[in-house]
């Protein structure tokens, strides 16, 4: 799954730090989003989304064949 999570924290001037408090997860937690090491729960996909105001589609997005 592709995401513009760091798109996103760069447009908002947000840390990986800040974001990761906001959301209630570690810092590690909001790097290995990123870096797609790790796709989020719906739930937190959906606390990502209010963060910045945006959709969920908006933030992350199925590549082919998945």
Request: hydrophobic share 40%; no cysteine.
């Amino acid at each position: 799954m592709k995401n513009n999570l760091k798109v996103l924290r760069a447009i908002h001037s947000i840390t990986q730090s800040d974001l990761a408090g906001k959301l209630g997860v570690s810092r590690q937690t909001v790097n290995a989003i990123e870096t797609g090491r790790f796709n989020p729960s719906t739930l937190l996909a959906l606390k990502i989304s209010r963060v910045f105001g945006v959709g969920v589609n908006d933030i992350f997005e199925l590549e082919d064949g998945e």
